[in-house]
C-alpha cells in the first residue's frame, strides 16, 4: 500500500499560488469556458496566449527539433525570452492586488486553506496563477472536502473538471518543474 503512496507523492506537490474563486451553477459549465466567469484580465489573457500558442507550436519544434537541433535550440531561447518578459508584465499587474496562498496540486485537482467554507459538490471556477512562471489556468472544479481547522479557517480539496488539453499540460509541465525544483533544493542541502 506504500507504494501506491509514493506514486501518488510524484504527481502531488506543495506550492503557493493566487487564487480566484466563485461559485458557478450546472448551466455555466454547459454553457462557457471557466475563464468567462471571470471579470477580464490582461495579464491573464496574455500569460494564456503564450501558452495556447506554446501548446500549438510544440509539435512543429519538435520537428524542427528533429531536422535542425540548433535552430531548435534558438527557437527555444527566444520562446523563453518572451515568457520571461511577459512574466514579469503579469507579476506587476497581479502583484498589486493579489496574495499567495499555499496549495497542494495534483494533475486531478487542487487543496488550500479558505476563510469561508465551500459546499461540498458545489461546482465553482477558478482561476489559479502559478507564481514560478505567472502561468495561469481557468478551470471548473467540484469541492470534494471541505474541513473546519482549529484557527476557524477551513481546508478545502477540490477535483478538477472539464480541464482542457492545454491546461492539463500545463499543470502537469509545472508539476514536474516544482518537484526538479525541490529536488534540486534537496540535493544542495545534502551537499
Given amino acids: 500500500m506504500e507504494a501506491v503512496s509514493d506514486r501518488r507523492q510524484l504527481f502531488r506537490v506543495d506550492d503557493t499560488a493566487i487564487l480566484d474563486i466563485m461559485a ?5 459549465l ?16 496574455l500569460m494564456r496566449n503564450i501558452q495556447s500558442i506554446d501548446s500549438e507550436n510544440a509539435l512543429l519544434l519538435r520537428n524542427i527539433h ?3 537541433p540548433e535552430i531548435s535550440a534558438y527557437f527555444l531561447s527566444v520562446n523563453k525570452k518572451i515568457e520571461t518578459v511577459a512574466a514579469v508584465i503579469a ?3 497581479v502583484s498589486e492586488h493579489a496574495n499567495n496562498i499555499a496549495v497542494d496540486l495534483s494533475e486531478g ?9 465551500l459546499e461540498i459538490d458545489q461546482h465553482y471556477a477558478i482561476k489559479i496563477w502559478f507564481n514560478e512562471k505567472m502561468t495561469g489556468i481557468a478551470a471548473y472544479v467540484k469541492v470534494v472536502a471541505c474541513q473546519e481547522l ?3 479557517s477551513f481546508r478545502i480539496s477540490c477535483q478538477f473538471k472539464q480541464l482542457s488539453d492545454v491546461d492539463e499540460k500545463l499543470i502537469s ?4 518543474q516544482v518537484q526538479a525544483k525541490q529536488q534540486r533544493m534537496k540535493k544542495e542541502l545534502i551537499d
Avoid at 462557457?32 to 489573457?45: G, I, L, M, N, T
Wanted: charged share 25%; net charge negative.
Fill in 66 to 68: 528533429d531536422k535542425s
Fill in 91 to 93: 507579476k506587476q499587474i
Fill in 150 to 152: 482549529d484557527d476557524n
Fill in 173 to 176: 509541465r509545472h508539476i514536474m
Fill in 109 to 117: 485537482g487542487i487543496g488550500f486553506q479558505s476563510n469561508a467554507p
Fill in 24 to 28: 458557478v451553477n450546472e448551466q455555466d
Fill in 30 to 45: 454547459l454553457s462557457q469556458v471557466a475563464e468567462a466567469c471571470f471579470p477580464s484580465s490582461e495579464s491573464f489573457s
